[in-house]
């Protein structure tokens, strides 16, 4: 298994249709100070628990600052068996700068 990279418009589409799950890798205050609408925050402390309780036939859109770090884990997730595993290209950043909904 393997990973996809999906921009901003991709993902969104996603979400809308598919109700793709949104996991954020940003340390916990940036998580804090806005995120995408519905996203989960991810960490070490709670990484385990969402592999082993979320769906891995689903959509799976992982987000970071700007599309960096969540190649890799995207790239990991798509290593414990998410089938559909993406990283959004741009991450927060670009997502906050094209208008998506955020929270």
């Known amino acids: 298994m393997d990973y996809q990279r999906i921009d901003q418009a991709g993902a969104l589409e996603m979400i809308r249709n598919e109700n793709a799950v949104v996991v954020d890798i940003r340390d916990p205050a940036s998580f804090r100070s806005g995120h995408i609408a519905g996203a ?10 969402f592999i082993a309780t979320a769906d891995r036939a689903g959509p799976v859109i992982v987000c970071c600052y700007h599309g960096n770090t969540s190649q890799d884990a995207a790239r990991f997730l798509a290593a414990q068996g998410f089938e559909r595993c993406y990283s959004l290209d741009g991450g927060f950043k670009g997502w906050r700068l094209s208008g998506n909904p955020e929270e």
């Open 40 to 49: 989960l925050h991810l960490d070490n402390r709670n990484v385990a628990e």
